[in-house]
């Protein structure tokens, strides 16, 4: 069964530091998903993008963070100078395209726990 | 703008009875349900949807939901509980059309005693 992976399952960076966290969506799929997961909170949506641009991002998502999609299989999530708070599970989804338009189930990736010191 | 409550954060049931997981949501828009389950140090996997075909919904591992508009309720059930079932539960909405987020509830942890 098609599934969507992700890594690294675990990044520990410092503060101020770059990390790039990189997905493989379901290759059929054409719409990608961030979220994240700080420990003990609920899952909150940070971006979504179709068609190689943002389709909608969240007051999270502000400058310090970018996506790509660099080639035809990879997704990134790009924090350019991470902090503390910056901390949580980071979990990548995908999802199909109906005939009518519409996409609604989204398959996520098992997640990546970044840890920043 | 659109919002999901769960009712509980914690729910413990011994096996073989009923699990009951309540989820209400608001949505200015005819709503698309979910619930996801997340065991330890896993991802989410899809248990069940509600796309606004049948109320009743029927999903994996057992586990059903009623869309309720009446009540603005997706609560989540199943028959007979099994140790296997521990886990946290998330109940999730979006809009309908193309890419929608989904916004997640606070998640219930279910717990399963003998």
């Known amino acids: 069964e098609p599934e969507v992976t992700q890594t690294p399952s675990h990044q520990v960076t410092q503060m101020g530091q770059e990390v790039i966290l990189r997905c493989v969506p379901i290759s059929n799929h054409l719409y990608f998903y961030w979220y994240r997961q700080i420990l003990g909170q609920k899952v909150e949506f940070l971006v979504s993008?179709?068609?190689?641009?943002?389709?909608?991002k969240s007051e999270i998502f502000d400058d310090q963070f970018s996506v790509e999609r660099p080639d035809g299989s990879n997704f990134t999530l790009k924090i350019r100078s991470t902090k503390l708070e910056d901390s949580a599970m980071y979990f990548c989804?995908?999802?199909?395209?109906?005939?009518?338009?519409?996409?609604?189930?989204?398959?996520f990736g098992p997640g990546t726990r970044l840890t920043v010191t | 703008a659109q919002s999901v409550t769960q009712l509980g954060s914690h729910v413990s049931v011994s096996e073989g009875a009923l699990v009951l997981l309540r989820c209400n949501y608001s949505s200015s828009v005819p709503p698309y349900l979910f619930w996801y389950v997340q065991y330890p140090n896993q991802g989410l996997q899809l248990l069940l949807k509600y796309t606004s075909a049948a109320t009743l919904v029927k999903g994996i591992n057992g586990f059903e939901a009623e869309f309720k508009k009446s009540e603005t309720s997706f609560h989540l059930t199943k028959p007979s509980a099994h140790m296997s079932d521990a886990a946290e539960y998330f109940c999730?909405?979006?809009?309908?059309?193309?890419?929608?987020?989904?916004?997640f509830g606070t998640g219930t942890q279910l717990k399963v005693e003998l």
């Open positions: 989804a995908s999802s199909d395209i109906t005939s009518g338009g519409n996409s609604y189930e989204q398959y």
């Open positions: 999730a909405v979006s809009g309908a059309g193309g890419g929608n987020k989904l916004t």
């Open positions: 993008f179709y068609n190689n641009e943002i389709s909608e």
